[in-house]
């Protein structure tokens, strides 16, 4: 298990992301959307860009609208609540890493995000469940599994995998836990 | 445009190389294998092959190795990779290239050896990751792109009470099919029990639910149809042919159970004047027991979320209702990393009348659908005899 960003008593009422304020994305930024979302993401928030000209979110984070090309987008924080769209549970050898599930859930924003989801076995995670969003704070085990390490290591020198391995671990990492509405 | 095009190319020469296993060969080698018994079957020189439609799963530049290896100077080149569903949408910018005049005999090809390479799919894989990561998708560590496909099953399964026995149905019939064609790779016998009880790889989809890795390659030659006329096989005309594709990701994907197939698979039957009522056999990518269900659906053989009960019963084995992937599919028959080469290449061999114990009696309208990455591009054809134009 990773270790979940602290939320703040009372945090849910105005969400995991809710900072009070919006922010109109800025195409003279020097970092784009996407490192954008990062920054927010490493400092315990959850981001989702909004579009003005259509009044649609939007995940991943873009330049400019998908749905209708406006590059007149704002960027605010969600409440992280959402459903389970669908589920499926990755099957590997304890040596592999084991077992994990991987979700996709629908955001109350109306986007859909790949994550997964912790505090239940995975086989109990079923489509419907209500969950609400929490941020890893590095270091945690995504993307550097013995498996992963091990694919790497035939291809690749060891010195490279320990470099890929370090740059993923530095990044925190969306994932979901059961939303219990006792804690709202 | 379109209605000068339908019809107006036909594929005269077809060839396969390396299938199953090609210990020894590189994928190149059996690719030019592949070609050269198309080019032969056409009854075509290689200095008449002028134009070239390829793709390749792990090399970006691959187009212009193969022009390299074979010794081309094509005045038509198309390098565009969707996954597998490549070289069924190669077919239109092939047909626009033949009926401008930019090139009079179109090469399509396709190889790999990812079975008995070195660097097989989990380098490749890794690899992969790598060069063109997916930084909202890749830190979930799921098993691409068998979770991808799991997610959209169970996502069936949920909304239209499709049943795991249903998928295995699928999974059933085309080792019946591969049963009656010495050229599959896995003959014996499966049951449904069998599907179920195998080793789960990303519920609910267990190995048997996903296709093989096997080597292979296969290629095709296309020419305008007036031309076909003067060659030795009998043509199989492109009749219609449409790519749709909306996303990359499966998380970016709007509907797990709607496909872009039901554009691609429209505007290709519009195309050609023809629906899926009139088809004698149809070749669909079977990546996974799913993905069969789904365009069932998306191409209107049946309603929306009826794709169980459609292949339950054996209705798409031998015998069946529908002729649904004679050859055993991707399933059980071949699948080197990209399998649509291999639909078309069936489909015209059933059209031609050359597939022995699997032979169709008639077998004279085709619809062939490609797919590739996970759900992300949708390939459609209808190809037909002379008689169909």
């Known amino acids: 298990m990773c270790s979940s960003a602290a939320i703040p008593p009372g945090a849910a009422a105005g969400g995991l992301g809710a900072s009070g304020r919006t922010l109109v994305d800025d195409p003279t930024e020097s970092t784009g959307p996407a490192a954008r979302y990062e920054r927010a993401l490493a400092q315990g928030t959850l981001v989702l860009q909004r579009c003005r000209g259509c009044a649609r979110h939007i995940f991943h984070p873009r330049v400019l609208c998908p749905h209708c090309g406006s590059t007149d987008l704002e960027t605010q924080g969600s409440r992280g609540l959402g459903v389970v769209y669908s589920t499926t549970i990755v099957r590997r050898r304890p040596e592999q890493g084991g077992d994990i599930q991987v979700a996709l859930v629908d955001l109350d924003e109306g986007v859909r995000v790949m994550s997964r989801v912790e505090g239940l076995a995975a086989d109990d995670v079923k489509i419907g469940l209500r969950v609400q969003a929490q941020i890893c704070k590095p270091p945690h085990r995504a993307f550097a599994s013995a498996a992963e390490a091990a694919d790497d290591a035939k291809a690749s020198k060891a010195s490279k995998v320990a470099e890929a391995a370090e740059a993923a671990e530095i990044r925190p990492l969306l994932v979901f836990t059961p939303f219990e509405e006792m804690s709202a | ?389």
């Open chain 2, 1 to 389: 445009m379109k209605a000068s095009l339908r019809g107006s190319a036909a594929i005269v020469g077809v060839g396969q190389a390396g299938m199953g296993e090609a210990h020894g060969y590189t994928e190149m080698e059996i690719l030019a294998q592949a070609a050269n018994a198309a080019v032969a079957d056409a009854g075509l020189q290689w200095r008449d092959i002028d134009g070239i439609c390829t793709a390749s799963v792990s090399s970006p530049m691959w187009v212009m190795s193969v022009i390299e290896y074979l010794g081309l100077k094509p005045g038509f080149i198309d390098g565009t990779m969707l996954g597998g569903s490549s070289f069924i949408a190669h077919l239109m910018p092939a047909m626009l290239a033949l009926e401008a005049g930019l090139c009079q005999a179109v090469l399509i090809c396709y190889g790999s050896t990812q079975r008995s390479a070195v660097m097989g799919r989990a380098q490749i894989n890794a690899a992969r990751r790598r060069l063109d990561p997916q930084p909202f998708e890749d830190p979930y560590q799921l098993f691409n792109p068998v979770s991808s496909y799991a997610l959209a099953a169970t996502r069936h399964m949920h909304q239209y009470g499709t049943t795991r026995e249903q998928l295995a149905e699928v999974a059933v019939a085309a080792r019946r099919w591969a049963q009656l064609n010495p050229e599959a790779f896995m003959r014996g016998p499966l049951s449904v029990d069998d599907v179920l009880a195998a080793r789960m790889v990303s519920d609910p989809l267990t190995v048997r639910d996903c296709c093989l890795v096997t080597d292979g390659a296969g290629a095709l030659v296309l020419v305008r149809a007036d031309r076909a006329r003067t060659l030795p096989q009998k043509p199989a005309y492109v009749l219609g042919q449409a790519t749709a594709s909306w996303h990359r990701q499966i998380s970016a994907m709007p509907d797990l159970c709607v496909t872009a197939a039901t554009e691609s698979g429209r505007k290709a039957f519009e195309m050609a004047g023809y629906g899926p009522a009139d088809m004698d056999q149809v070749q669909l990518y079977d990546a996974f027991t799913l993905n069969v269900l789904l365009f069932l659906e998306d191409l209107g053989f049946c309603a929306k979320g009826e794709g169980g009960d459609f292949v339950s019963g054996g209705g798409i084995a031998p015998g069946g209702h529908t002729v649904v992937n004679t050859n055993g599919g991707g399933l059980s028959c071949v699948h080197p990393g990209m399998y649509g080469i291999f639909l078309l290449i069936e489909a015209v061999r059933q059209l031609r009348g050359q597939c022995g114990a699997r032979q169709q009696a008639q077998a004279n309208l085709a619809v062939v659908h490609g797919n590739g990455g996970t759900l992300s591009s949708q390939a459609t054809a209808v190809l037909g005899v002379a008689d169909t134009l």
